[in-house]
């Protein structure tokens, strides 16, 4: 079949299956649902002429021009997606002129949570379905996530020596301004479907740094917040006992507070027998059988399901630990506590960097196995 004659939908997923992070088809056809919720089939031809890599509008007119659109009605049409959470926009000013650069939106992290505030029952069981049958393979297929896991702040003993990149109140305070905080898309989700949160009463929840909260005041869905009340929100989500997931770079764009009754990736990834080795950690947990007496918080706590109460004793199982600290800080006997891996990670440079080092990965995989 020819390309063209393919329904639009369809060469869309194949389009965005190209990405870093891909949109992979499924048997049931589910991902053509998802798209169908989110794009208009003018929205849809409009998104193949994009690429992963921001373009300026004049570089992405040049394939629009046999179309007859012109190019102040591309722009229209692009802020209009834009604003609708489908595609991603920057700007750079030269001289006096401001310049946009449009880029596609991957479903995760981009289009599904810039859906904040407009889920439908509808979409998100379309979406969890995906994520079952595709996605959640595709995230982890080049063993690089796009988040990962900082212990909370109380759990780390001043002997051990943690790297800056690790450390929540290093990371704020170097992180670059403008700082948002919006909803959790996840906990919305929940809500909607009549689950609420079992972890934590926070309503305001995800943070968003530069850019990236540039964005999300553009287009409404967070407010603009100081340090100090990023610090004051990320303390009371320790204590509450949710995972600190920042972008997986030394200069994240954001960073996520999740649960494990909620969070898309916790809560898919809990299914996969030894999830641990999708998470990027340099910290796991450790017990002291001698002084635990077993009261079950830290299994309560765990959002994981890493910990288990046995014989009065709390043992770990390190397949499914990740190194969040949760279950340190409200130790009865304090026999609980976060110990360093030997072979430290340290993440990439950029968010840009992140994704090209998953293609690298994915494309290293290819190779491997057409030999």
Request: negative net charge.
């Amino acid at each position: 079949m020819n390309d063209t004659n393919k329904d639009v939908y369809r060469r869309l997923q194949e389009h965005l299956n190209n990405m870093p992070v891909g949109f992979p088809a499924t048997q049931s056809g589910v991902e053509i649902r998802v798209l169908k919720h989110l794009f208009t089939p003018k929205e849809a031809e409009v998104a193949l002429h994009l690429k992963f890599q921001p373009e300026p509008l004049k570089k992405v007119y040049r394939r629009f021009k046999k179309s007859g659109i012109t190019l102040e009605e591309l722009e229209q049409k692009l802020d209009e997606m834009y604003l609708k959470g489908l595609i991603n926009r920057g700007s750079r000013n030269i001289g006096d002129t401001e310049e946009k650069y449009y880029a596609n939106a991957a479903l995760a992290i981009g289009m599904y949570e810039y859906q904040l505030g407009r889920l439908t029952k509808e979409f998100y069981n379309d979406h969890e379905q995906y994520v079952d049958e595709a996605f959640m393979d595709e995230y982890n297929s080049s063993g690089i996530p796009q988040l990962r896991v900082i212990p909370i702040e109380e759990t780390i003993d001043y002997e051990q020596k943690i790297a800056s990149y690790d450390d929540m109140r290093n990371l704020i305070e170097n992180i670059g301004e403008p700082i948002a905080v919006a909803e959790c898309i996840c906990r919305q989700a929940k809500e909607l479907i009549g689950e609420p949160c079992t972890k934590t009463k926070l309503v305001e929840s995800c943070f968003t740094f530069r850019n990236a909260a540039k964005s999300y005041l553009e287009k409404g869905l967070a407010r603009q917040i100081t340090k100090e009340e990023a610090l004051d929100l990320l303390r009371k989500a320790e204590e509450d006992g949710l995972v600190l997931q920042p972008g997986n770079s030394l200069r994240p764009m954001n960073i996520c507070t999740c649960c494990g009754c909620c969070c898309a990736i916790l809560t898919h990834e809990k299914k996969i027998p030894e999830p641990a080795q999708f998470f990027a950690t340099n910290y796991y947990a450790e017990v002291d059988q001698d002084s635990c007496i077993g009261c079950g918080t830290c299994e309560e706590r765990c959002n994981m399901d890493a910990i288990h109460v046995e014989d009065a004793i709390a043992h770990i199982d390190l397949t499914r630990c990740i190194g969040c600290g949760v279950c340190v800080p409200t130790c009865t006997s304090d026999a609980m506590k976060l110990s360093k891996k030997e072979e430290e990670t340290l993440p990439p440079k950029s968010t840009i960097a992140t994704y090209m080092a998953i293609m690298d990965k994915k494309a290293e995989f290819a190779r491997a196995d057409k030999n």
